[in-house]
């Protein structure tokens, strides 16, 4: 099955610095990778997401790339903010017709300082 | 609803005891997932239901784990003789039919703490 290895699995910056968090992953089928931010006890929210057919996109200060060759993607936060602070999961799965379940990576969380 | 409910949001359970936890999911998406989040971890994958059909249990840890989604909406996952293992983040996630590739809209979660 898919194996989704996220890193690193903490990640300390000050605000208005970059952010870069980093996955890979092993089932070469798989063909859409999301990212959720799950705050403190609140529900995982998906902030982005990419498929296959595309190598990069962005939405404002959020972009993640990917790299099917090397499997591997990576989102990226630009200009960070205190409520950046969060912890992130990326995800891969193999979803085109019928259903496909998402694997998970482990986290990256994430600390603005101010 | 507005969103995925889950309940209870809180529940202790003594070893042993049976428990069962709700999924309310967004009306009208046919793909409800259930996940398990450990302390620390990623969610991982219990089951998965299309409509009422349970097309996939294959994340299930064992035969204590049971999940049911009897007309197509709201699912319960229901736990027997809880073990101290079992204590967890319990995430519910529904998804439209036409969606793609599971894009999927997750619940705020029910934490169960076995003692």
């Not at chain 2, 204590?87 to 705020?108: E, I, M």
Request: proline share 5%; net charge neutral.
């Amino acid at each position: 099955g898919e194996n989704v290895e996220q890193h690193p699995s903490t990640l300390s910056v000050q605000e208005g610095d970059s952010a870069v968090i980093k996955c890979t992953y092993s089932d070469s089928a798989s063909n859409y990778f999301p990212w959720y931010k799950q705050e403190l006890g609140k529900r995982p929210q998906l902030i982005i997401d990419i498929r296959s057919n595309v190598g990069e996109k962005k939405d404002q200060r959020i972009a993640v790339t990917l790299n099917k060759t090397a499997k591997h993607f990576s989102l990226h936060i630009t200009e960070t903010q205190p409520e950046d602070s969060a912890v992130y999961f990326c995800a891969a799965s193999k979803g085109n017709s019928g259903y496909s379940t998402l694997t998970f990576g482990k986290g990256t969380m994430l600390l603005v300082s101010p | 609803g507005a969103g995925v409910s889950q309940s209870p949001r809180y529940k202790v359970a003594k070893r042993g005891q049976d428990v069962a936890l709700r999924c309310d999911p967004i009306s009208g998406h046919v793909s409800l997932f259930w996940y398990q989040q450990a302390l620390g971890q990623g969610p991982e994958f219990l089951t998965y239901f299309q409509n009422e059909a349970q097309l996939d249990k294959s994340g299930l840890p064992s035969d204590r784990f049971f999940a049911e989604r009897p007309e197509g909406s709201v699912s319960t996952l229901k736990i027997q003789r809880t073990q101290q293992e079992d204590s967890a983040v319990y995430l519910c996630a529904s998804s439209p039919r036409d969606s793609g590739a599971n894009v999927l809209t997750f619940g705020a979660g029910s934490r169960l703490t076995v003692l």
